[in-house]
């Protein structure tokens, strides 16, 4: 019992110490300040915040348009969205119709209380940004009230996008 304990012990100390470090050693010439490790040759990602209103730019590196979404596909897709999203018209849920979403400003419908994050965001409801906004919502507007994860499949973003274009 009492090696089991060490061992575990030991075991969580590396996990520590491997993080803290970087898990590497460093190599080099400590004269020009560059190392030869993984972790400095691939400069970690800063979360500068979210993007931009006209940043389309999608964590998975895909673009938008290299894809064509089928709004049959999209339509079995947006089930998932179902439970918070109607696309009628004029009839919100918890959370606001998506009838006509595409080129619409975000945080306009009338009726729906919308997250101040939202409601301020400036984005105009694009492809390209509604693309890259159901890859991660939080990360293109933190703070909304959104609580949807995303949807990392590109091919079923861009088929729950081709059915909002057309949900008839």
Partial sequence: MVGMKTVTAALAL??????CSGGGSESG???????????SEAAPSVDSGPPGTDDVA????????????DPASGKSAFMQCRTCHVVDPGMNRVG???????????GSVAGFRYSEANANSG???TEEKLFQFLEKPQRVIPKTRMIFAGMPDVQKRADVIAY???PG
């Avoid at 590396?14 to 993080?19: D, E, N, Q, R």
């Fill in 14 to 19: 590396s996990i520590l110490t491997a993080g």
């Fill in 58 to 69: 999608t964590l998975d590196g895909v673009a938008y348009a290299s894809l064509t979404g």
């Fill in 164 to 166: 909002l274009k057309n």
């Fill in 29 to 39: 010439d400590p004269a020009s300040g560059t190392t030869g490790t993984a972790a």
């Fill in 123 to 125: 984005i105009i409801w």
């Fill in 96 to 106: 606001p119709s998506l009838a006509n979403i595409v080129g619409r400003e975000a």
